[in-house]
């Protein structure tokens, strides 16, 4: 779709604001042409002494009133014109969330946040006022520079209104090359300026990084380097702009030297009269307005069109996960990969390959094995934020993707190794999936994870702020805190995704005693844990153990420890480091 489809469209949406815009516009421009005519006509009167008293009193308050209406009509059109201009960047910036959150990992990698923050903010201003000023200026301009030539060829005298249009087709020459330059300006501004928020973004989220690695000064340097460059993208952009005006000076300058030179010769041989010539004058003045708006117009179309090819790609990008699903999820189902195999995209190596594992209702299963082992890929193909190349993911026999998305995730309460936190109180981080949630029941899954007096002793205990990303609080107190958040959903089946790789083994081990109380009140909840420290999982109703993709062990830990393989011996190591730090 180009973006004249996309205005049209709104246009045939919201044709009433637009016809109510244009209809007030038209008297504007009826009402400026009569303006210069009528002063013609007021000046040929005193001229021939025909005017004079009341008489002229009224002519003069007849052009006070049009005035005064010409003011009250631009009011209204711009209140018109405006609400529904900015009704359409609603609508993108609402279709642009939609779409993201339509998306899974897979478009985000492709895509830098700072990116996407541009075109919901920049670009769709740009597209905004392309549907709104850029539009009525066009339409406000085109009829009256079509009244205004049509007073000046037949209400005042053709041979003269020819001679003053003879410096127009070079102007509009010049603004065919100045509109083909602005486009390519502007859509290297709006790049610019993407790259420069993603600079802003990355460098506030990653603040700590920076100053630990002594790398303020560089960072200031490339942000530096970016404004530049973002600053003469913008200013290059407006010195092709400016170029309009030079265009529309010198035109209306030949034109006015041309219909003066050739109206004095028409007064000199009585062919019009001065009262004419002066009202001639005048529409030439006129012109003023529709020249400039014509470069108005041009400018902010090529704007509107550069925003148009950045944004269009994001919003007609196919959907990373597709919701069609119509079921409910299974109460009490079990959680089965039956020969599930998946490979991200661009890699070689194949992340999971024909897995085959159950967790049945109310058990717990630990998966643990080497970094890149595939732990973590099998809780995000449980999520559907990745579909398996082959096999299926089934929930009490029914394929996800049969499962409605929320109903699915409604099942499943996931803390990944990183929790986000947003920038909001404790309290309403753990609130997050319910809202309505009282304090006692924040303060108690808050005590289950294990975090409730870190919170305590915080500045404004669970109404302490913790800042971007929780930058506020530790690694282990961001972790704790996503834990309780998701106890507080209460869903049937928690993922834990190295959830407990940033506390102490003391505070692991209070979480998970917490965890089996819980269970013992409600023992048809699931627990899938991924943990490097085996501590964690020891006590799992079955242990997998993952390398490259595939099971090369399984059982309870008993049975892994006697087995003596890979996860006999991580046992040894991880116990020995135990006792040394004990020591």
């Known amino acids: 779709m180009s973006l004249t489809r996309l205005i049209a469209g709104h246009i045939r949406g919201h044709w009433r604001p637009y016809a109510a815009s244009a209809l007030m516009l038209s008297t504007i421009a009826v009402l400026t042409v009569w303006i210069p005519r009528q002063v013609g006509h007021v000046v040929d009167a005193l001229v021939a002494h025909r005017l004079a008293g009341w008489d002229l009193i009224a002519q003069l308050g007849l052009l006070v009133l049009a005035g005064l209406a010409i003011y009250l009509l631009r009011v209204g059109w711009r209140l018109a014109l405006f609400r529904t201009a900015y009704e359409l960047g609603r609508q993108l910036r609402t279709r642009l969330y939609a779409q993201l959150t339509r998306q899974g990992p897979a478009f985000f990698h492709a895509q830098r946040t700072g990116d996407l923050m541009a075109l919901a903010t920049n670009d769709v201003d740009a597209i905004e006022m392309a549907a709104g000023e850029a539009l009525l200026a066009a339409f406000d301009g085109t009829l009256t520079l079509i009244l ?3 007073m000046m060829t037949i209400g005042v ?72 460059d973002a600053g003469a993208a913008a200013y290059q952009a407006q010195r092709w702009e400016a ?19 050739v109206g004095a010769w028409l007064v000199g041989t009585e062919l019009i009269t001065i009262g004419q010539l002066t009202a001639f004058t005048m529409y030439l003045g006129q012109l003023i307005w529709p020249m400039f708006a014509a470069g108005w117009v041009l400018s902010l179309l090529e704007r509107g069109r550069a925003a148009w090819s950045r944004l269009q790609p994001v919003l007609d990008a196919p959907a990373g996960l597709v919701d069609t ?10 959680i089965a990969w039956d020969r599930v195999s998946f490979r991200y995209p661009g890699m070689a190596q194949p992340a999971l390959e024909e897995i085959a594992l159950t967790l049945p209702p109310g058990r717990t299963l630990g998966i643990v094995g080497a970094t890149g082992s595939g732990k973590s890929t099998l809780l995000r193909l449980l999520l559907r934020q990745y579909e398996p190349d082959a096999g299926s993911v089934r929930l009490g026999g029914v394929p996800a993707p049969e499962i409605r998305l929320d109903a699915l995730r409604r099942a499943l309460a996931w803390v990944p190794q990183e929790p986000f936190l947003f920038s909001a109180s404790v309290a309403d981080n753990i609130a997050l999936a319910r809202p309505d949630a009282t304090r006692e029941q924040v303060i108690a899954v808050a005590e289950l994870a294990a975090v409730h007096d870190d919170i305590a002793r915080l500045p404004q205990g669970y109404e302490t702020l913790v800042g971007e990303r929780g930058v506020t609080l530790s690694g282990g107190q961001r972790q704790r805190v996503a834990i309780a958040r998701a106890l507080l959903a209460q869903a049937p089946v928690l993922l834990l995704d190295d959830a407990l790789s940033a506390v102490d083994s003391g505070t692991e081990t209070q979480i998970l005693d917490h965890w ?21 999982v020891m006590e799992a109703d079955e242990i997998v153990v993952l390398r490259q993709g595939r099971i090369v062990e399984r059982g309870r830990h008993e049975d892994l420890i006697a087995l003596g393989g890979w996860y006999a011996g991580q046992w040894r190591y991880q116990q020995l480091e135990a006792s040394l730090d004990a020591a």
């Open 516 to 536: 089996r109380a819980l269970r013992r009140r409600h023992p048809e909840r699931s627990l899938a844990i991924v943990s490097h420290r085996l501590s964690a």
């Open 243 to 261: 170029m309009f005006e030079p265009a529309v000076g010198l035109s209306l300058g030949a034109a006015t030297v041309i219909a003066l030179g």
């Open 148 to 150: 205004v030539l049509g």
């Open 157 to 228: 005298d053709w041979r003269l209104g020819l001679a003053a249009l003879v410096p127009f087709p070079f102007m509009a020459y010049a603004f065919w090359r100045i509109s083909t330059q602005v486009h390519v300006a502007w859509s290297d501004s709006l790049s610019r300026f993407s790259a420069l928020n993603q600079q802003v973004q990355d460098s506030l989220a990653g603040v700590r990084t920076v100053r630990a690695l002594g790398l303020v000064r560089r960072s200031r340097a490339q942000f530096g380097e970016l404004a530049r």
């Open 325 to 334: 699903g119509t079921r409910e999820m299974p109460a009490h189902a079990d």
